[in-house]
């Protein structure tokens, strides 16, 4: 089944407690994506990676970090989380559409992480 | 900055009639328009993509693009009760355009039994 995986699903740390979130796509997808939802905020994209060790930032980059070193795995991590950092996660990805630009987008689950 | 607007809602629709969702957005060479729909707690699925001016059907729904006015817009017809949820609008501005999809706030959609 074609999907996108997060794990994990749910999370409840305490600050300054390094984590990564995992997200994996067997789509052979080239673009991949995080972005954080909030209420009021909608969704806000984090990094995006167009494809192997290419990454750039999104409109909320600060706190994270992200690395693309295989095609179907893009980790986002935490090195120090902070309450403000409280939110429902989402990794997504997308095969190019050229050469309009990329195409729809296929969200994972979700991760709802909990920074205390 | 680009920017989706649409309007929060919540919109309240009685069951069987036409359930109509609005966006407008800024960036002027956007070329791919998405709409997704959100249940609470879970993901966004895609139920709606299109690409040239005009209408374009699919069971229920039909998206609408004008892009001179910059406006793209959701039909739903037959609304049901399985159709409340929260319905994000996506923007991509293409030519090869690597940030991906800027999404409004989305619109609560409420269907009355």
């Known amino acids: 089944e074609a999907q996108v995986t997060q794990n994990p699903r749910y999370l409840i740390t305490v600050t300054g407690k390094k984590l990564t979130v995992t997200c994996s796509q067997n789509?052979?997808?080239?673009?991949m994506s995080w972005y954080r939802q909030d209420p009021g905020l909608g969704l806000r994209q984090i990094y995006y990676s167009m494809n192997v060790e290419v990454t750039d930032k999104g409109d909320v980059p600060e706190g994270y970090k992200v690395s693309r070193k295989e095609k179907r795995n893009f980790p986002l991590i935490l090195e120090s989380p902070s309450p403000n950092q409280t939110s429902l996660y989402f990794c997504a990805s997308s095969p190019p559409v050229y050469p309009s630009g990329y195409n729809e987008q296929f969200f994972g689950p979700g991760t709802r992480l909990t920074v205390l | 900055q680009k920017e989706v607007e649409q309007n929060s809602g919540p919109l309240s629709v009685p069951e069987g009639a036409i359930a109509s969702l609005n966006c407008t957005y800024s960036d002027r060479v956007s070329q791919s328009f998405f709409w997704y729909r959100q249940y609470s707690g879970k993901s966004p699925e895609l139920i709606m993509s299109i690409y040239s001016n005009g209408d374009k059907e699919d069971g229920r729904f039909t998206a609408q693009l004008n892009k001179a006015s910059q406006y793209v817009s959701l039909l739903i017809r037959d609304s049901q009760p399985s159709d409340s949820a929260t319905y994000l609008c996506a923007v991509n501005s293409g030519g090869g355009g690597a940030d991906g999809l800027t999404f409004g706030k989305g619109t609560h959609l409420i269907i009355q039994p």
């Open positions: 789509m052979n997808h080239e673009y």
